[in-house]
C-alpha cells in the first residue's frame, strides 16, 4: 500500500532563506509523486510532479523536487522564500503508481509554510 | 472560465438534514473525485467517477452518495447529515497520470 509522510507539520523561514519541505514515501509499485500547496480558503493547486522521467522536477513559483528512490524521498525546495510562499503544502502519491492513470491521491498531512520578513 | 467549481462555497446546516454539493468540470477529464479535508487539514479520498462509473468507493458511510449526470458533472448528495461531517469537501477531476485539478472546496458546518 502506498503511504506519505511529511516531516514537520510547521516549519518557518525567513523571506530569501531556502525552503526545504521534506517528504518520504512508500509504495509498492513506481510511484508517481506529487506537491502540491494550498493558499488559506483555497483549494489545492498542482505545484509538481514525478511521473517516471527526469528525477529533478522543475515546477511553479520556483519550486522544484527530487525524486529519491535510495532514500524514498521527494523532497520539496526553493532558493529564496517569498513572503506569499506561505501556505499549507501537501505531498502526495497516486495509488496505481507509475501506469496508474486513474488512481487516487494518497495524501500526506501537510507542512504549514510560514515566512518571516 | 473556471475549471473545476462547487456550490456552495459554504454550507450552514442542522443535523439531520440533508444537502447537495455541486462540482462541475470543464477540462473534459474522464475521472472526477471527491476529498473531505477535517479540521486538521487532513485530506482523505472519498469517491471517484470515471465516464460516470463508480470506480471506487472508499468506507464512507452510505449516508453519503456521489451522483454523476454526467461526465462533467460530478454531485455530493449526504443524508441525515451529522456534527462529524463537518469539514471542507472538494472535487477533483483528472485527465490521467495521476495529476488532479481541485475545485475551490465548500465548507460545510453542522449545527
Known amino acids: 500500500a502506498q503511504s506519505v509522510t511529511q516531516l514537520g507539520s510547521h516549519v518557518s523561514v525567513s523571506e530569501g532563506a531556502l525552503v526545504l519541505l521534506r517528504c518520504n514515501y512508500s509504495?509498492?509499485?513506481?510511484?508517481?509523486l506529487f506537491w502540491y500547496v494550498q493558499y488559506p480558503n483555497q483549494g489545492l493547486q498542482l505545484l509538481l510532479k514525478y511521473t517516471s522521467a527526469a528525477t529533478l522536477v522543475k515546477g511553479i513559483n520556483g519550486f522544484e523536487a527530487e525524486f529519491k528512490k535510495s532514500e524514498t524521498s521527494f523532497h520539496l525546495t526553493k532558493p529564496s522564500a517569498h513572503m506569499s510562499d506561505a501556505a499549507e503544502y501537501f505531498c502526495a502519491v497516486s495509488d496505481r503508481g507509475y501506469g496508474g492513470s486513474q488512481g487516487n491521491l494518497i495524501f500526506g498531512k501537510g507542512t504549514k509554510l510560514s515566512v518571516k520578513p | 472560465d473556471t475549471a473545476v467549481s462547487q456550490t456552495p462555497k459554504y454550507l450552514v446546516t442542522q443535523m439531520g438534514n440533508d444537502k447537495s454539493i455541486k462540482c462541475e468540470q470543464n477540462l473534459g477529464h474522464d475521472t472526477m473525485y471527491w476529498y473531505k479535508q477535517d479540521s486538521k487539514k487532513f485530506l482523505k479520498i472519498m469517491f471517484s467517477?470515471?465516464?460516470?462509473?463508480?470506480?471506487i468507493n472508499e468506507t464512507v458511510p452510505n449516508r453519503f452518495s456521489p451522483k454523476s449526470p454526467d461526465k462533467a458533472h460530478l454531485n455530493l448528495h449526504i443524508n441525515s447529515l451529522e456534527l462529524g461531517d463537518s469539514a471542507v469537501y472538494f472535487c477533483?477531476?483528472?485527465?490521467?497520470?495521476?495529476?488532479?485539478?481541485f475545485g475551490p472546496g465548500t465548507r460545510l458546518t453542522v449545527t
Open positions: 467517477y470515471n465516464n460516470k462509473e463508480l470506480i
Open positions: 509504495s509498492s509499485v513506481p510511484p508517481y
Open positions: 477533483a477531476s483528472s485527465p490521467g497520470q495521476g495529476s488532479q485539478y
